[in-house]
């Protein structure tokens, strides 16, 4: 499993859920948008760091970016 990718898809289903569009995470979290757009794609390799605060912004647990959709 390609965890980039993992994480680049659940974090742009619990974005999309949320009703939010990258822009506004974007704002939200202070990361770029672009950034986003490569995360989501899963173009980037986020710290721990980064994925604790990309999920307070999206109001999930940090596990829920990184772990198999049910």
């Known amino acids: 499993m390609d965890m980039r990718k993992l994480v680049g898809d659940?974090?742009?289903?619990i974005r999309q859920?949320?009703?939010l569009t990258q822009e506004?995470?974007?704002e939200l979290?202070?990361?770029s948008q672009q950034y986003i757009s490569d995360l989501e794609?899963?173009?980037r390799n986020?710290?721990?760091i980064?994925?604790?605060e990309l999920a307070a912004?999206?109001?999930v647990s940090h596990v829920d970016l990184v772990k198999e959709p049910d």
């Open 10 to 13: 659940n974090f742009a289903r």
């Open 17 to 19: 859920a949320r009703g």
């Open 24 to 26: 506004q995470v974007a």
């Open 29 to 31: 979290s202070g990361y």
């Open 41 to 43: 794609r899963g173009k």
């Open 46 to 48: 986020p710290t721990v």
């Open 50 to 52: 980064t994925l604790f």
């Open 57 to 59: 912004v999206l109001s």
